[in-house]
């Protein structure tokens, strides 16, 4: 391997995903950028130069917009006034296939050497030039990184989860235990849905005054859910908390509280059990707003390096509401990290349907659609009970692709 590459000139195709030609840039070190696109993608181009000249000050900027990123004149008049080859390089990640076609191919009427061209085999984390070789991807990203580019913001910070904040991922643990160890993935979700819900209705949650007058009633009914021989001490210590914020009127405590039993539970453990493994940062229960003004949330994230892996949690057991969470994860993965991104479902999925095991079924159903080597990974309630019994290995397993 020749030593570290760098381009004094590099030009950059800005299509919908700018972050390929952001890591690019931070490789190559240019002294210049030259940044081709579109009326479509002059956004992409504005949070790419903001970041970079965040990052990487001293960087000197050039933009050249294009009418047609389809049409091979408007693309080869982009590079009439670019220095000569032997000092530009052409990194073609970035833009449409029809759009880097026609750009490597003006680069190379101007006498562009190999050497001097590259592009991003995001699946194999590497960066390939044009004469063979190839660079590990050595940078590393942030979250916070990711959302710039794609003109996200932050609703909230990251649930920190630790022991001074209720609920915490001790909490989680209990929960999860005693999930496992009654091996009831289906009952013990719906119970605590349904009772701390109100008349039933799904969406409508315990009001904070009616859970206040029934305060005894409620922790006995969510111990009798819970409770096991072995978590019976650190359930009681938990509902004591949650009995605490309703005696002490904190009514954005109990909010907080009513979603962990209905369900976050789950987030709070898998975001317990990849720090446990110390593999990247970890980011929980995220609300995004987007430029357009609408909101997402990420129920676990995590960046190692510069790969984003985003998780859906559902305590769901049926077949049609995973496969959904499913789609959408996946989806909103590739929306922010491409091919650099993974993503995966943690369900509680269990039990066969039609005599075929229901994650075998949804496993198949998520790959012949998403035939590729990151193929979205599914997580039954056979995985957490491994994990819960201390056996990570699958979770390493993902992380490590």
Not at 9 to 21: D, E
Not at 26 to 52: D, F
Not at 97 to 105: G, I, N, S
Not at 220 to 231: G, K, N, P, V, Y
Request: charged share 25%; net charge negative; hydrophobic share 35%.
């Amino acid at each position: 391997m020749s030593p570290k590459r760098s381009a004094h000139h590099l030009i950059l195709l800005v299509g919908s995903n700018p972050l390929p030609n952001y890591i690019a840039a931070l490789m190559l070190t240019p002294k210049t950028v030259n940044l081709i696109y579109t009326e479509e993608t002059e956004e992409n181009k504005e949070r790419l130069e903001g970041l970079l000249k965040k990052k990487v000050p001293g960087i000197e900027f050039h933009e050249t917009k294009i009418r047609d990123a389809t049409n091979p004149t408007d693309v080869r008049d982009a590079f009439e006034n670019f220095p000569s080859s032997e000092e530009i390089h052409l990194h073609y990640s970035g833009g449409t296939k029809v759009m880097a076609a026609h750009a490597h191919t003006a680069f190379k009427s101007k006498g562009g050497i190999d050497e001097n061209a590259s592009y991003l085999a995001e699946r194999r984390g590497v960066l390939v030039f044009d004469d063979g070789d190839e660079r590990p991807i050595a940078d590393e990203l942030t979250l916070d990184d990711i959302f710039t580019l794609h003109g996200i913001t932050r609703k909230n910070k990251s649930n920190s989860g630790d022991g001074g904040s209720p609920p915490n991922y001790e909490d989680a643990q209990a929960i999860s235990e005693s999930v496992v160890i009654k091996k009831c993935p289906k009952s013990i979700p719906k119970q605590l849905y349904q009772m701390l819900g109100k008349n039933d209705q799904p969406s409508s949650e315990l009001p904070f005054e009616e859970a206040k007058s029934s305060a005894d009633q409620l922790k006995e009914q969510l111990s009798q859910i819970l409770s096991t021989d072995e978590t019976a001490q650190a359930i009681e210590k938990m509902l004591d908390r949650f009995m605490a914020c309703l005696a002490k009127n904190y009514q954005q405590t109990y909010e907080r509280w009513v979603k962990f039993f209905r369900g976050v539970w789950l987030e709070y453990y898998l975001a317990k059990a990849i720090r446990g493994l110390n593999v990247g940062t970890v980011d929980q229960g995220i609300t995004c707003r987007r430029v357009n003004g609408r909101e997402f949330e990420i129920d676990v994230a995590v960046v190692r390096q510069y790969r984003l892996y985003v998780v859906s949690c559902t305590t769901a057991s049926d077949l049609p509401t995973c496969k959904q969470k499913l789609f959408e994860v996946t989806i909103r993965a590739r929306q922010l990290g491409g091919d650099l991104a993974r993503s995966a479902l943690v369900c509680l999925l269990d039990g066969a349907a039609n005599g075929q095991a229901k994650v075998d079924c949804l496993r198949r159903d998520i790959k012949d659609i998403w035939n590729s080597p990151n193929t979205p990974r599914v997580f039954a309630f056979d995985d957490i009970i491994s994990w819960v019994k201390g056996s990570t290995e699958s979770l390493k397993e993902w992380l490590d692709s």
